[in-house]
C-alpha cells in the first residue's frame, strides 16, 4: 500500500471499513461479548474509534451517532433485538482474555 498516494488509500481504507460494517450488519447472530473475546474489539469499539477520529481531526461526532451509523439502527434498539445474555462460558472466556492482555502489560 506504501505506492498509493495519501488520497487513494484512505479511500480503500474507508471503502474496507465500511464493508466491515456492512458485514457485522449481515451477521446480527455475532455478539459483541463474542467479538471482544476473539479479536479483542466490537461495534462499541468502532464506534470509539469514530468518535476519536473526528476528534484528531477537529470535528465533532457524537457517540451515539456514531454507534447508530456502526448498529445501522440506534443502539438501545439494536440492543433489544439482537443482544443475548452473554453466558456463562463467554463470560469467562471474556475473563480469561482480559487476564491475558493484564498478564502481558
Given at each position: ?5 495519501d ?38 469499539c ?58 502481558k502489560?
Amino acid at each position: 500500500m506504501q505506492h498509493l498516494d495519501d488520497a487513494t488509500r484512505t479511500e480503500l481504507e474507508a471503502a474496507a471499513f465500511r464493508r466491515l460494517v456492512k458485514h457485522l450488519d449481515e451477521h446480527k447472530e455475532v455478539q459483541n461479548i463474542d467479538l471482544m473475546i476473539l479479536a479483542d474489539f466490537c461495534r462499541n469499539c468502532l464506534s470509539k474509534w469514530l468518535v476519536s477520529a473526528a476528534d484528531e481531526r477537529g470535528d465533532e461526532l457524537d457517540y451515539e451517532a456514531a454507534r447508530e451509523y456502526v448498529y445501522g439502527m440506534p443502539y438501545a434498539e439494536w440492543k433489544k433485538n439482537h443482544q443475548q445474555d452473554a453466558t456463562p462460558e463467554q463470560l469467562a472466556a471474556f475473563e480469561a482474555r482480559q487476564a491475558q492482555k493484564q498478564e502481558k502489560a
